[in-house]
């Protein structure tokens, strides 16, 4: 299996415009997890998915951020509009179940100008 | 608050144990105790888990208080490869909530 795959690596974008942020959990795998790293905050837990359905978003900072899972293969994590505090490295997050251990992606490093 | 209190950082030498402790005194009987490492521009890896006894694996031992109010993962044998950010987490609520974790350096 491939892992958790996220797109893009790398994301600069200009203060105002929309960024979306997406993810493919490893197959199989009924809950996924959104996650944000900064230096101050350590890693933060966003929002998280079981069986596509969100459990709990009660660390969704703002209106601005919003996630979505259509399928089982697939989540995005939509922020419009960016802001420079927004700028961080995002990681998705799946498992087996929910209260199993978590495989995380690569991240996505979003600088937002 | 769900988050567990660590060390800031550490160091050990290559080919020793290395013992990273963790406190976790407000730990409910049904939260399960785990272990992450972050590499440098990676994403955090599982290490281990447990509840109450203690467990062994390829990547380390995790010896969990009888108590429960605090843990240690075990590095048995250090490699240079381990130098990473640990951290100890408490799966509470079905979620997992990290908090700063242990810098780990290796000498060589």
């Known amino acids: 299996d491939a892992g958790v795959i996220q797109s893009p690596r790398h994301e600069v974008t200009e203060m105002g415009q929309e960024v979306t942020l997406r993810c493919k959990p490893i197959s199989g795998h009924n809950s996924l997890f959104w996650y944000r790293q900064t230096m101050m905050r350590g890693l933060e837990l966003l929002i998280y998915f079981n069986n596509n359905v969100p459990i709990d978003d009660s660390g969704m900072p703002e209106d601005r951020f919003s996630a979505k899972m259509p399928n089982a293969s697939f989540s995005t994590l939509k922020i419009q509009p960016s802001e420079p505090r927004d700028s961080a490295v995002y990681f998705c997050a799946s498992s087996l179940q929910i209260n199993e251990k978590l495989f995380f992606g690569s991240g996505t490093q979003l600088s937002v100008l | 608050d769900a988050k567990t209190t660590q060390p800031n950082s550490m160091e050990s030498n290559e080919e020793e144990p290395v013992h990273l402790p963790c406190n976790h005194s407000?730990?409910?009987?049904?939260?399960?105790i785990h272990w992450y490492r972050q590499l440098p521009s990676q994403g955090p890896e599982y290490v281990i888990h447990g509840l109450t006894s203690n467990v062994n694996n390829r990547m380390a031992s995790l010896a969990i208080a009888e108590d429960r109010k605090s843990s240690t993962l075990i590095l048995h044998r250090a490699t240079l490869r381990d130098a990473a950010v640990y951290y100890c987490v408490r799966q509470g609520a079905q979620k997992l909530v990290f908090g700063q974790g242990t810098r780990l350096t290796i000498n060589p």
């Open positions: 407000t730990i409910s009987g049904t939260d399960y």
